[in-house]
Structures are given as structure tokens and as C-alpha cells.
């Protein structure tokens, strides 16, 4: 059996009459990288920073390694981190300066090596006596990424992790995080509006509405929830015969270019829906099926939809 890293019941957080977070419960493996999404206001930045202390819940049980968080804090938060994109270090003292007072609250040996290694591995050690609040948002977000891996946790709370960065740093900081899971069986709650990034690390995905979990599953489980799919059809010719058989069978559709067809239909459709364009006599030179994905979950979501 593997073993838990995290483990939350029933969580609450209530302010006022406003109840932000609604009895989730939730656990996290050791290794595992799990996703926590939902639209603005759903609950996740409320439930972090009880995951991590900041504030606490109504009621409901958090547990790390097995261990009450309430009655072990200190002992749960030298073994995990955090980060945001959100959250900024001292601004008026330096890079180095903020690294060497979270290693010394976290007991880290051999500071001095260990920041610099860090610094080196997000490609920053340039900006190490540099003030942070002179930093850009990009740079902020990396040093913030060093400064979650100071006590080599065995959990990382990453919130947003890979925002203001450009595509290539945020390419290279998901392979970090991939490469800290491989290799230190890390285990991530991870945090992000860009569907593509919680696709390609996330084992499983928790989807967070008005503080309630409305969708639990492999990135997969939640696509396949949606049974509506999308053709694209490259044909030649003029497209009067095409629109007048879509027509006929009563399908949605729509032309982004003269000689390209999106076509809309059910997941069990698409064998028979090509099959009435090709008999209709409309030559297709190219066929591409698009299926949900977790853009189009999270959309359904924030609408309402699901």
C-alpha cells in the first residue's frame, strides 16, 4: 500500500456567513503529483494556506505523514515547502540574504552550498546580491522556486509555479519538477490555470467549485466526461454540397477557412458523420479529431456546465 504524504478530511473554512472551503477530503501519495483546480473564488488559495498554516480551518482534520498537522506543526513544516507565484520574499534585502533566513528557519546544513546550488539549478545565481524586489516577476517566481526546495521536502505545495515566466523557463521548470518527482519520489500539490502543464505532470486532478470538489480523476477521467467531440475536414471543392448535407443531418458546424469544416458531434459519431461526407461525393484531403480536453473541462466548470 502506498503511503500517505498528505491526508485532509472533511475540510471547512468558514468567514462569517461565507463558507469558502465545503468539507473536501482528499490525500496525496507518496511520488504522487496531484492538481487542484477550479475557477477564480473556487477555494484553492484558502485551502493551501491551511495546508501550509497560514490560516485556520473551521473544522475538518489535515494530516501529514500519518501525523496530525494541528498538534505536529513544526515537526510536519521542516518536511514540506511551498511556493507562489503570489507570494513575494523580503524585497529590501537581496536574493542570498532571503535564502539564508529561510535555510536557517528550516536548519539547513551547509547553507551556503546548498543556495548556491539552487540558485544555479533555476539559473539565477547571477541575481544573488541583487535586491528581490528589484526582480522581475519571472525572476521572483524562480528564486521562490529555490527558496521551496531549501529543506529538500518530501511535499511541495506549488501554486501557480510556472507564472510570468516565458515558455522556454517554464519548460524547463516543469522539467525540474518532473525530474524532482523522478528523482526523490517527490510528491506535488499543484496549482495552475494552464490545463496543458496539469496534463503533463499530474497523475490525478481534484476540480474545486464554490468550495466544493465537483470532478475527481486521471487528467482522462475528467475528459471522457464530455461526449462531444470536434472534426476538422480539409476537402476541396466549393462547399455549397457540404453545408447543404450537414444540413440535412442536422449537424453543427462551422467553416474557419474556405476549405476547412468543423463539425460537432457525439465521441460514438465520427466513423458515421466522415462516412456521410465522403458518400455526399465531397473530396477530404485531411481528417483531424479533436477531443475534450481539460481546457474545455475547466470552462464547463467555471459556467457552470458541470
Not at 462569517?16 to 487542484?36: D, K, M, N, P, T
Request: hydrophobic fraction near 40%.
Amino acid at each position: 500500500m502506498a503511503e500517505s504524504v498528505l491526508k485532509v478530511e472533511k475540510l471547512v473554512k468558514d468567514y462569517g456567513s461565507y463558507r469558502a472551503v465545503s468539507g473536501i477530503s482528499f490525500e496525496i501519495e507518496r511520488g504522487q503529483v496531484l492538481g487542484l483546480l477550479g475557477p477564480n473564488g473556487a477555494g484553492k488559495t484558502t485551502t493551501i494556506q491551511m495546508l501550509i498554516g497560514i490560516t485556520n480551518s473551521t473544522s475538518g482534520r489535515i494530516s501529514y505523514f500519518g501525523r496530525d498537522f494541528i498538534n505536529h506543526k513544526q515537526a510536519s513544516l521542516q518536511r514540506i515547502n511551498s511556493t507562489s507565484a503570489y507570494n513575494t520574499l523580503l524585497g529590501r534585502i537581496s536574493v542570498k540574504e532571503n535564502l539564508m533566513t529561510f535555510a536557517g528557519l528550516y536548519g539547513v546544513t551547509d547553507r551556503q552550498a546548498k543556495i548556491a546550488q539552487l540558485l544555479d539549478k533555476f539559473e539565477v545565481s547571477h541575481l544573488a546580491d541583487r535586491r528581490y524586489i528589484d526582480l522581475s516577476a519571472g525572476e521572483r517566481t524562480r528564486v521562490n522556486l529555490a527558496k521551496s526546495l531549501l529543506n529538500d521536502p518530501e511535499l511541495v505545495l506549488m501554486d501557480e509555479p510556472t507564472a510570468s515566466l516565458d515558455p522556454d523557463i517554464a519548460d524547463k521548470t516543469l522539467r525540474w519538477i518532473e525530474e524532482l518527482r523522478i528523482n526523490r519520489n517527490l510528491s506535488i500539490l499543484f496549482t495552475s490555470h494552464n490545463m496543458d502543464e496539469v496534463e503533463r505532470i499530474c497523475d490525478d486532478v481534484i476540480f474545486l467549485d464554490k468550495g466544493k470538489i465537483v470532478s475527481r480523476g486521471a487528467p482522462s477521467d475528467h475528459t471522457g466526461k464530455l461526449s462531444e467531440v470536434e472534426i476538422v475536414l480539409t476537402f476541396m471543392g466549393e462547399r455549397t454540397k457540404l453545408e447543404a448535407i450537414l444540413s440535412v443531418h442536422k449537424l453543427e458546424y462551422s467553416f474557419p477557412a474556405k476549405n476547412k469544416v468543423q463539425i460537432q458531434t457525439h465521441r460514438q459519431r465520427v466513423a458515421e458523420v466522415i462516412t456521410i461526407v465522403v458518400n455526399a461525393g465531397v473530396t477530404v484531403k485531411d481528417t483531424e479529431v479533436r477531443k475534450p480536453d481539460l481546457e474545455q473541462v475547466f470552462l464547463q466548470i467555471a459556467r457552470g456546465e458541470i
